[in-house]
């Protein structure tokens, strides 16, 4: 059983709608025992760092998702705003602490030309690393996924799994142990995303 | 390759079934929004708009239940207008599966609205809907109309784009109404002029009639996406049809 941990931001039907596609059963949850205790995590969300990390600190799921993640070591995949919480803090409207479990922080794109249009919607490729190889196995080195954000990820390169440019390389996917995140949404980028779900799962399966 | 450009066929949704006017008269009817979802999401479609253009408020629960059934088919991403008054239809259109929604009348009764939506789900979800009419041909002049083309709201186009991105909206969908319906093409100067007034994606509508007048919304018009509807309901071109014109004239597109 996956669970989709729910903290009252954004789309959590697309990724459970992914997963009954791809055969998996999942839950979507905002109960700390059932997310601390979960086989696989995943953590969805679009919008505000600081709102969703309010959420998660309100809704007692920080002690929740410590437990399961760093304690038990169950995978975790974080999407959209869900790998920006991975971080240790977000600069959205000051700094704003976050689960701290990957080094880095959130910034906002900031670019010379004032012109290039914000936020960052459409399908961009990814450019898988060598780090990311179990992940895009059976996609090939550079791949098209949908992208909606305006902030993305800084951290050192070990933790890189996969770049995208646009207008400047930028982190669209990070992994610490059982830790992942995806910038991108695997869940609306139609087959390459329904694979790398799909991959995500089962490298993870086999290792648990 | 860079950011592509995006191809969004667009569904205007009636009680359930796919239609489409001419100048929002003479509605024909297209077909099931599932089985046209599907076809859209096979043909390789970046993007699917759905358009809720239902007049009675009971039939719009409708809407939901096909959201809901297209988003468990189809895994691009969703954006649904029509009908949006209030946070709660935003949050209803949003649990059923939508990822984004757009905004058209609300925004011109209470631009506040876009705020609120804005903050509280995210500027990546709000899209806002300009409907344009040319008013004033030297200089060019165009206005905000509403309730389908037929109101008008004396709100200058460019000026109500800047209000609107300022206030969180995260892409602009803009239709000339002067051309919606008529397959003549995209009013070109309409969208070059909004789209260099702004830095939010714009989104390109009405009037397209065949394919190349989908490459001149981006090289001319400077739009990020293009949204037509008629042209693929009726079988007369794919979406990879339009993906392989564009590819021939230099426009990344996803393939």
Known sequence: MITIVDYKMGNLRSVRNALGFLGYESRVSGNPDEIADSKMLILPGVGSFREAMKNIRETGLEEALNEGVLNKKRPILGICLGMQLLASEGTEDGITKGLNWIPGTVQKFRFDDPWIRLPHVGFNAVHFKETGRNLSEGLGESVDFYFVHSYHFVCEDKYVTGETDYHQLFVSSVKRNNICGMQFHPEKSQCNGLKLLKNFINTHLNHA | ?255
């Open chain 2, 1 to 255: 390759m860079g950011l592509a450009k995006r191809i969004i066929p667009c569904l205007d949704v009636d009680a359930g079934r796919v239609v489409k006017g001419i100048n929002f008269i003479n509605i024909r009817d297209a077909g099931d929004p599932v089985e046209i979802a599907q076809r859209y999401d096979e043909q390789g479609a970046d993007e699917l708009a759905f358009l809720d253009i239902t007049a009675s408020s009971d039939a719009r629960d409708t809407l939901i239940h096909v959201v809901e059934e297209v988003a468990s088919q189809v895994f691009i991403p969703l954006t649904v207008g029509g009908g949006i008054r209030q946070m709660t239809d935003i949050r209803r259109l949003l649990n059923a599966g939508a990822d984004k929604v757009s905004i058209n009348t609300a925004a011109v009764f209470n631009p506040d609205f876009v705020n609120q939506a804005s903050e509280h789900f995210g500027s990546q979800c709000i899209v806002v809907a300009i409907d344009a009419k040319q008013t004033q041909i030297d200089p060019p002049r165009w206005e905000v109309f509403t309730h389908g083309g037929r109101k008008r709201t004396g709100l200058d186009a460019l000026e109500w784009a800047h209000n609107m991105v300022k206030r969180g909206a995260g892409e602009l969908l803009l239709t000339s109404m002067d051309r919606d319906g008529t397959r003549n093409g995209f009013d070109l100067t309409l969208t070059r002029t909004l789209s260099e007034a702004v830095n939010v994606p714009v989104i390109a509508s009405g009037g397209v009639g065949n394919l190349q007048h989908l490459v001149d919304g981006i090289l001319l018009g400077k739009a990020d996406a293009v949204l037509a509807a008629s042209i693929f309901h009726f079988g007369e071109y794919t979406i990879q049809q339009a993906k392989a014109a564009m590819a021939a004239q230099g426009i990344e597109v996803r393939l």
